[in-house]
């Protein structure tokens, strides 16, 4: 099983190519933190949500997002994690293609973290990484409720 404390990154992206190269960039950014990839959203919220392992059940990630999804739109996976109880604190970082203004706008209303737009550029990306990566060596889980 693994440690309750560590902080598991969700990246839901479909195309194989991204996936690699976002993954090669965390590691590039010095983040060794498990990364679990899905390539689909029914598949992830699955995880996120039912998995015993999954965030939902079984503590903090961070949640890498792909708008254009084969299934479903990221825009309706990012309302709902961050309209949900278990989940509505957990960063997401939006990775996609999309760069207009107003479906920016919308993610950030919804409660993105960061927006960032690909093909990635590595220095921001980077730098967002490592912010993260501060982020994800100081996150401390809460107790649960009603813990003795």
């Known amino acids: 099983m693994s440690d309750p404390l560590a902080v598991n990154i969700v990246m839901i992206e479909d195309d194989e190519g991204h996936a690699r190269l976002i993954e090669k960039n965390i590691r590039r950014a010095g983040i060794s933190n498990s990364i679990r990839h899905f390539t689909d959203g029914t598949t992830a919220l699955n995880y996120l949500y039912e998995d015993p392992h999954g965030p939902a059940r079984n503590g903090p990630a961070l949640v890498l997002l792909d708008l254009n999804l084969p299934d479903m739109s990221g825009i309706d996976i990012l309302a709902r994690i961050k309209g949900d109880g278990k989940l509505r604190r957990t960063p997401v970082v939006v990775l ?53």
């Open 96 to 148: 996609t293609t999309t760069d207009d203004k107003v479906e920016i706008q919308r993610c950030y209303d919804l409660g993105c973290n960061v927006y960032i737009t690909k093909p990635v550029n590595y220095e921001n990306f980077a730098d967002a990484i490592r912010q993260l990566g501060l982020f994800l060596s100081v996150i401390q889980v809460p107790d649960a409720e009603g813990a003795a």
